[in-house]
Nanobody, 113 residues
């Protein structure tokens, strides 16, 4: 089983945007709901956004209206568009299935005030 590969993180100022990408193995992508999770320093990993295959997307209340999850079925890729970023969005972001399988390295997002 291949781990997801996340990319697109970086250091931005509050109010700016980032787009995260995640390449997932086809065996996972094709049969599972996909999601983005994040883990801030000293905190537990939390689910940020999910894209059920047979239902509407879901978002944590803290990011609703600012983040958008999307899937590219042809590329087995999951995206997270993050707008109006806030310092409290600083975390390592991971993509995975719901429920999760093997974790990737994640991508660091740091938002300065």
């Amino acid at each position: 089983q291949v781990r997801p590969v996340e990319s697109g993180g970086g250091l931005v100022q509050a109010g700016e945007s980032l787009r995260l990408s995640c390449s997932v193995s086809g065996s996972i992508f094709s049969v599972n709901d996909m999601a983005w999770y994040r883990q801030a320093p000293g905190k537990q990993r939390e689910l940020v956004a999910s894209a059920p295959r047979d239902a509407d997307t879901n978002y944590a209340s803290s990011v609703k209206g600012r983040f958008t999850i999307s899937l590219d079925n042809a590329k087995n890729t999951v995206y997270l568009q993050m707008n109006n970023l806030k310092p409290e969005d600083t975390a390592v972001y991971y993509c995975n299935s719901v429920p999760p399988h093997l974790w990737g390295q994640g991508t660091q997002v740091t938002v300065s005030s």
